[in-house]
Nanobody
């Protein structure tokens, strides 16, 4: 079955940076559109960014600050988060597919606070 194992969450001050990683197994990684999603406290899950090998896509709220990338040789998806804001706080998930469909990883907490 599909497994998505994430790492790299934590606490950071506003304006800081974090890098998330996700190692995928149980799927033909190189052929999949891979994404990151998140869920803010009390909010619903939302799609954040995605990569299909040929292009990257971003939600308006993170465009210009977040960068999604992948290493197909390592079945790994990355999310570099720069200029973090308090409103970026939430549980971040690695997932397959676009939008909020697909398989979601276990998620890890990202807290942006001074």
């Amino acid at each position: 079955q599909v497994q998505l194992v994430e790492s790299g969450g934590g606490l950071v001050q506003p304006g800081g940076s974090l890098r998330r990683s996700c190692v995928a197994s149980g799927l033909p990684f190189t052929t999949y559109y891979m994404s990151w999603g998140r869920q803010a406290p009390g909010g619903q899950r939302e799609w954040v960014a995605g990569d299909n090998n040929y292009r990257t896509d971003y939600a308006d709220s993170v465009k210009g600050r977040f960068t999604v990338s992948r290493d197909n040789a390592k079945n790994t998806l990355y999310l570099q988060m720069n200029r973090l804001k308090v409103e970026d706080t939430g549980v971040y998930y690695c997932k397959t597919g676009t939008g909020i469909s697909g398989n979601w990883g276990q998620g890890t907490q990202v807290t942006v606070s001074s």
